[in-house]
């Protein structure tokens, strides 16, 4: 997909990535809390599952947003190869469901609004 924008949008400049990080939790059930970073450093988030899985909540914390507040939740498995992105301006939580979970969590710049 971002192949065809290059071709279809010849000045786009993608977002650059901030941090690439591997997580590996232990033991099903861990909860990672809710985060997330506003104004200035707000950042993109892609979730990928290497091993296991999680079950992962978002929420709009955008206050000029229609679904401010607005609940999503997703369970994500690496037997789908599911990625998900989770955009600036909301806030995320996960609940590992399975032991030894591996994920790569890719936080990058905003892309313009």
């Known amino acids: 997909m971002i192949f065809f924008a290059f071709i279809l949008m010849p000045t786009f400049k993608p977002p650059q990535n901030k ?12 909860i990672r809390g809710f985060h997330y970073q506003n104004n200035k450093y707000s950042e993109d988030k892609i ?3 290497l091993e296991g899985s999680i079950y992962d909540v978002f929420i709009n914390m ?29 806030a ?11 994920m790569e969590c890719v936080t990058r710049e905003a892309a313009p609004a």
């Open 47 to 49: 979730l990928v599952l």
């Open 62 to 90: 955008n206050k000029k947003s229609k679904n401010y507040l607005k609940v999503f939740k997703k369970k994500i498995t690496s037997k789908k190869n599911e990625i998900i992105l989770i955009p600036r301006g909301y």
């Open 19 to 30: 941090s690439i990080n591997l997580v590996k939790t232990k033991k099903k059930g861990t």
């Open 92 to 102: 995320n939580a996960y609940q590992v469901l399975e032991n030894n979970t591996k």
